[in-house]
């Protein structure tokens, strides 16, 4: 069974770039036909789909972050990372890494990290 960490600093201040990177165990991702994806929930809100990177290295991205979310991924080291640019208070949310079958879908999740943005 595939096992995601999320890894990153809990703490950012605004106009900063936030960078997290996900951590996989038990799988490669690269294997087809899965996708790995990274959402958040913010304090008292519902969980946001922020973006993934697909077995082959293509990106999707939500459109309603797209200008500030850069995904990669390493190879070698198995992991993949999320930059979000510009962050701001409303950044602030436990952000979490999953694999799914399709780009918006999850079938197994990371533990999740806090991440707070504040000066």
């Known amino acids: 069974q595939v096992q995601l960490q999320e890894s990153g600093p809990g703490l950012v201040k605004p106009s900063q770039t936030l960078s997290l990177t996900c951590t996989v165990s038990?799988?490669?991702?690269?294997?087809?036909?899965?996708?790995w994806s990274w959402i958040r929930q913010p304090p008292g809100k519902g969980l946001e789909w922020m973006g993934a990177?697909?077995?082959?290295?293509?990106?999707y991205r939500n459109p309603s972050l797209k200008s500030r979310t850069s995904i990669s991924r390493d190879v070698p080291k198995n992991q993949f990372t999320l930059q979000l640019s510009s962050v701001t208070p409303e950044d602030t949310a436990v952000y979490y890494c999953?694999?799914?079958?399709?780009?918006?879908?999850?079938?197994?999740w990371g533990q999740g990290t806090q991440v707070t943005v504040s000066s």
């Open positions: 038990g799988g490669s991702i690269t294997t087809s036909y899965y996708y």
């Open positions: 999953a694999q799914g079958r399709r780009p918006k879908e999850q079938d197994y």
């Open positions: 990177i697909d077995y082959s290295g293509i990106t």
